[in-house]
């Protein structure tokens, strides 16, 4: 059983910061692939950032230059910095990881980000 703990939302104003970490129980090593992606009200779920094993990102456009997405393998996290945060970035962001190894595709339960003055 893989289990994705996301954390780390909340409120925060136009132009500021968060820090979301997604911890695994499992060690985030054996993972293809781990992401981030998030679901505004009324929109479809969207991709915002991936790191692979490899070290490999990739972010949608909408959130280059302002989001990082960044591995703990001593604490089994992967997190998402949040930079100059706009309105539209207010979502349920969830945790997503991909492994051969663990033998699937697996979620987290989500956690709010609301960016409002």
């Known amino acids: 059983q893989v289990q994705l703990v996301e954390s780390g939302g909340g409120l925060v104003q136009p132009g500021g910061s968060l820090v979301l970490p997604c911890a695994s129980l499992?060690?985030?090593?054996?993972?293809?692939?781990l992401g981030w992606l998030r679901q505004a009200p009324g929109k479809q779920r969207e991709l915002v950032a991936t790191i692979t094993s490899a070290q490999s990102t990739n972010y949608a456009d909408s959130v280059k230059a302002r989001f990082t997405i960044s591995t703990n393998n001593a604490k089994n996290t992967v997190d998402l910095q949040m930079n100059i945060l706009k309105t539209e970035d207010t979502a349920v962001y969830y945790c997503?990881?991909?492994?051969?190894?663990?033998?699937?595709?697996?979620w987290g339960q989500g956690t709010q980000v609301t960016v409002s003055s």
């Open positions: 499992r060690s985030i090593i054996r993972f293809t692939v």
């Open positions: 997503n990881a991909r492994s051969v190894y663990y033998g699937g595709e697996f």
